[in-house]
């Protein structure tokens, strides 16, 4: 019979493989600390060179080097030098090699030279390309070299010569000036003439209508503005989840614009609902919803539809169709008619009309023309501040839209302005003593401002003004805007407020948890005047106010959309008495 003891060694061995035996069994050898003095001073070293083992000092002292005298060279010290390595021991016995060195005088740029491969160059484009980054007797840096070279392959790309090139064809160091002496060489190519867009992985919308809509025409000169404003006109088009920057492809000998998108299913929903408490017991659930279809007839077109039940027996709908790009032009005219109903006693009805016209891919035109009709229910014992008339208006708007994600904006900007003038004939004459007054000429400003902020990677900060006025020569309720709820002044009722004069704005503090999701904190406050309104024996008298509130919340990305949850709080509330509000918005 054999021995058992060898069996037992090699079972013994495969329990502790070699590799970790042996690498237990290696002795940690010391290391030694580096530190780098520049005259007198102490500079930072690379974690990977702030320490040496014994048998890696050659190798270590020689990356030191080459790395201060790397610093030294990009920053324009050609005269730097390593004067001598010491290695001093302390009264604990820990060692430290110390680098001492002197980067001496900083040269600077005695000369720069550009030639071309063209020699229009000298006439029609370098008198116009001023090398602020490179001016003579500039103290050098390696960055500040390669800030002119952008610059200038800058300059080329914004005439048409997308394809250039910038090469350094001599670098001469002149130690006994200190100076360097710099000599570009360009290559520019010929102008880009785009014959087309293509837009990849298009299967939900037209490619043709697509290709219209970022307002590049055929024999376009390719620059940066433009691949810049055509991708702006495709994230506004609010038809992609992405899209790419623009890159220019050839394909028969002809050039084109390519941009890569990521599409996201072009009708959308929003649904709102609130939870607001009563003082004593229960509460009331309001909310809202809205439809927006797209392409529903022609490519470009939209159908918006949207229904809010508010304050108790109050509720809206609003119906919208709106078409763009007419005539191949970014021309959009649409139709649109809303509906206010205050519980049984009035209804206003606004049929609206509008025309539109994009200046550039964040810049929007608007022209209105609208008529709003108010009924009064002459049949209820208590009558509301309202007389029954007919309204016509006219108005000018600028809408500018510039963000760099639809859905969670980090920086950018959104505004709005609205001026309308309008004459309104007053029919309810059971209700008016002074005849005067059956013809009321009104003049309306609205302004609506957000800016967004991201001043760090996950941090976003976005601030939002809001105004209206009107000015008339007399007021009824229906003359009003109402303001309020979940998407105006958060922690108050939906439309509790009503005022010829309002101004109110808040800032909000946003933390992204990701593309799609943040958690914020917000705080809003605001003022607002309610004119004195005297119809027939009622009156109802002036009111000025303050506002404010403060809240926090949640979105988050779900399957069927943005899950958004809020909980707001006006000074009128306790904190177990605010108000909540839970939304999602989606793609159908």
């Known amino acids: 019979m054999k021995h058992p003891f060898p069996y037992l060694f090699f079972i013994l061995l495969s329990l502790f493989p070699l590799n970790k035996v042996w690498a237990q069994s290696k002795v940690t050898q010391p290391k030694t600390g580096i530190k780098w003095i520049d005259q007198r001073h102490q500079e930072n070293l690379p974690d990977s060179l702030r320490l040496v ?6 190798f270590v002292f020689n990356e030191i080097r080459a790395y201060i005298l790397h610093q030294y060279y990009y920053s324009g010290y050609f005269s ?5 390595i010491k290695l001093r021991t302390s009264q604990s016995s820990k060692s430290q090699y110390y680098f001492y060195s002197n980067r001496g005088l900083r040269y600077r740029i005695g000369s720069l030279n550009i030639t071309s491969d063209a020699d229009s160059d000298s006439v029609e484009i370098l008198p116009d390309w001023h090398p602020r980054y490179l001016f003579k007797s500039k103290p050098y840096s390696q960055k500040l070299l390669e800030e002119g070279i952008n610059h200038l392959i800058q300059f080329y790309e914004d005439h ?3 394809l250039v090139k910038v090469f350094i064809s001599n670098f001469k160091i002149d130690p006994s000036n200190r100076s360097v002496h710099i000599q570009l060489r360009v290559h520019r190519g010929g102008r880009i003439i785009a014959s087309g867009v293509m837009i990849t992985n298009v299967h939900k919308n037209d490619p043709d209508y697509l290709a219209r809509i970022t307002g590049i025409k055929d024999s376009s000169l390719v620059t940066p503005h433009l691949l810049a404003t055509g991708r702006t006109n495709l994230q506004n088009s609010n038809l992609f989840d992405e899209v790419g920057k623009g890159d ?6 002809r050039y084109y614009v390519e941009y890569r998108v990521k599409e996201r299913n072009p009708n959308s929903f929003d649904l709102l609902v609130g939870y607001v408490p009563n003082p004593g017991r229960g509460g009331t659930i ?3 919803g809205e439809l927006l279809l797209r392409n529903a007839i022609w490519n470009g077109s939209k159908l918006n539809l949207s229904f809010n039940r508010l304050q108790k027996y109050v509720t809206k709908l609003n119906i919208g169709f709106s078409k763009e790009w007419l005539l191949n032009i970014p021309l959009g005219v649409g139709m649109n008619f809303h509906f206010l109903q205050q519980d049984s006693s009035y209804q206003v009805r606004n049929l609206k009309f509008n025309g539109s016209y994009n200046i550039n891919s964040a810049t929007q035109v608007l022209a209105i023309f609208r008529r709003q009709t108010v009924a009064v229910n002459s049949n209820i014992i208590n009558l509301p501040p ?6 016509t208006y006219g108005g000018l708007g600028l809408n500018y839209q510039n963000v760099d994600n639809l859905l969670v904006p980090r920086h950018g900007m959104k505004l709005s302005i609205m001026i309308q003038s ?3 004939r007053i029919s309810d004459n059971s209700q008016i003593q002074d005849t005067t007054r059956s013809r009321i000429h009104q003049k309306i400003l609205q302004f609506n401002m957000q800016p967004y902020f991201n001043p760090f990677r996950r941090q976003v900060f976005t601030l939002s003004i809001h105004a209206y006025f009107i000015e008339s020569d007399g007021y009824t309720e229906s003359d009003l805007i109402r303001f309020g709820g979940a998407k105006s002044l958060r922690g108050y009722r939906e439309d509790q407020f009503m005022a010829s004069r309002m101004l109110w704005g808040d800032a909000e503090y946003r933390y992204l948890l990701d593309p799609t999701s943040y958690a914020f904190i917000f705080g809003a406050e605001g003022t607002y005047l309610r004119p004195r309104i005297s119809i027939g024996n009622k009156t109802v008298a002036k009111t000025v106010g303050w506002l404010h509130s403060f809240g926090f919340g949640f979105a988050f990305q779900t399957k069927l959309g943005q899950l958004k949850i809020t909980y707001a709080k006006s000074p009128q509330d306790t904190f177990s008495n605010a108000k909540i509000h839970i939304s999602i918005s989606g793609n159908l």
Do not use: M, P, R
Request: aromatic share 4%; net charge neutral.
């Open 248 to 253: 220019i492809v050839k394909e028969d000998n």
């Open 160 to 162: 048409g010569y997308a």
């Open 286 to 288: 309001v909310g809202n």
């Open 422 to 424: 309008g004459l309104k």
């Open 386 to 391: 309202v007389l029954s008339g007919n309204g």
């Open 80 to 84: 730097g030098k390593i004067d001598s």
């Open 53 to 58: 083992n014994q048998k890696d000092t050659a």
